[in-house]
């Protein structure tokens, strides 16, 4: 079982940026694909951005493309979602998760791909 460990969220105004960091302990391979998600209050949960930590390609959903992008340090074990040019949209509680076998699909990230997950991180923008 994967622990998972998301911080940097916080508040912040629109137009401006957070970072999140997501650590993930463990052997690479036993979690090769790292997603990101959002759940806004009343929303279904959205997957934003997905990495595969083997390969490093990454994605990002249309809905953050553009102002997105995830990576990767592999000497911290850290998956990283830079988030810039915020909007109140973007309000929503932010969790990392580890994924085995499929990470994306074109842009999508599908939560059903997915099997461990952080507590998760709340980002507000106002």
């Known amino acids: 079982h994967v622990q998972l460990v998301e911080s940097g969220g916080g508040s912040v105004q629109a137009g401006g940026s957070l970072k999140l960091s997501c650590v993930v302990p463990?052997?690479?391979?036993?979690?090769?694909?790292i997603g990101w998600f959002r759940q806004a209050p009343g929303k279904e949960r959205e997957g934003v951005a997905a990495?595969?930590?083997?390969?490093?390609?990454?994605v990002v959903s249309d809905s953050v493309k553009g102002r997105f992008a995830t990576s990767q340090d592999n000497a911290k074990n850290t998956i990283y979602l830079q988030m810039n040019t915020l909007k109140s949209d973007d309000t929503a509680v932010y969790s990392c998760?580890?994924?085995?076998?499929?990470?994306?699909?074109?842009?999508?990230?599908?939560?059903?791909?997915?099997?461990?997950w952080g507590q998760g991180t709340q980002v507000t923008v106002s």
């Open positions: 990495i595969d930590r083997r390969s490093g390609a990454t």
């Open positions: 463990g052997y690479i391979y036993s979690s090769n694909c």
């Open positions: 998760a580890t994924g085995r076998h499929v990470c994306y699909a074109g842009s999508v990230v599908r939560e059903y791909w997915y099997t461990s």
